[in-house]
């Protein structure tokens, strides 16, 4: 927990999640941008237009509809979609506290590979959708002088806490659903020919739900240059779920009520 940040929305972000899932694991990984086991991920790039992406077998959560009222009008290339994807984004914000916090190169890209990564221990820093917080992480001390998770650590996050909460969630599934060929060909981009972005995200939403909710106060370490926790429980936990943690017991219901309501529209067909 050195002085970095990451998440997801949040984040993402949220998101992704888009929003939600993004800010969630922007915050995490920039704190722990000092740690030497990160691997660069570099963003994929792309030539082609996006169209619907073909169902491959074994999909578990297809995005076959656009949902009722969406534009017709044919979505840009993923290559030049920065523009149409933050113009919509920020429509939908209806404010600017997203537009402090959103990257605005390679949007839909940045936010597939954040997704992708909320699993895992440690990734890359570019391919952050959002961007950092102020200040850095906080600690404090109980009674026996043991280092614990300062409740004051959130305050860092109540922007993009704000933000997730802004964001109605129907309107996240259905901006989600209209942008989805473009979300589809980034995953495919990254490598995953066969693979299905809506399963993906679905399964680390889950993943995420899955967060444990300790109760008292967080007892942390300090070995090298960055907090960890004392738990190795915790300590072992992948990178999206130690964030889910750091927001605080009420940062934490906020982010899973979120969730959840985004998973349920993306794997209800036909919204």
């Known amino acids: 927990m050195s002085k970095q940040s990451s998440g997801a929305v949040v984040l993402l972000w949220g998101v992704v999640i888009l929003a939600a ?14 740690s030497p086991s990160s691997t660069a991920v570099t963003l994929p790039s792309s030539s082609s237009t ?13 995005i076959n509809e656009a949902p009722a009222g969406a534009s017709t009008v044919a979505l840009p290339p993923l290559e030049s979609s920065d523009s149409a994807v933050l113009a919509s984004l920020l429509a939908m914000a209806g404010d600017d506290a997203l537009k402090t916090l959103l990257v605005p190169e390679h949007i839909v890209p940045r936010i597939v590979a954040t997704v992708d990564a909320l699993p895992k221990q440690s990734v890359g820093l570019n391919l952050l959708p959002l961007r950092t917080p102020t ?6 001390h109980d009674d026996n002088g043991q280092a614990v998770l300062s409740e004051h650590n959130g305050e860092r996050y109540a922007t993009y806490l704000y933000v997730a909460k802004r964001m109605n969630p129907k309107a996240v599934v259905s901006w989600y659903k209209r942008y989805y060929p473009l979300f589809q060909q980034s995953y495919r981009d990254l490598g995953y020919a066969d693979g299905y972005f809506n399963d993906r995200l679905v399964a680390v939403i889950d993943h995420l739900l899955a967060a ?20 190795p429980s915790l300590q072992s936990l992948s990178a999206g779920q130690k964030f889910m943690i750091r927001l605080g017991p009420a940062g934490e219901a906020q982010m899973k009520s979120t969730l959840r309501a985004i998973r349920e529209g993306v794997i209800a067909p036909g919204q």
């Open 21 to 34: 899932v993004g800010a969630a694991w922007l915050i995490w990984q920039k704190e722990k941008a000092a």
């Open 135 to 140: 200040g850095s992480f906080v600690a404090s």
């Open 212 to 231: 444990p909710e300790p109760h008292g106060p967080v007892a942390l370490v300090h070995p090298k240059a960055a907090y960890e926790f004392a738990d």
């Open 50 to 62: 996006a169209t619907a992406a073909q169902s491959p077998t074994g999909i578990q959560h297809p």
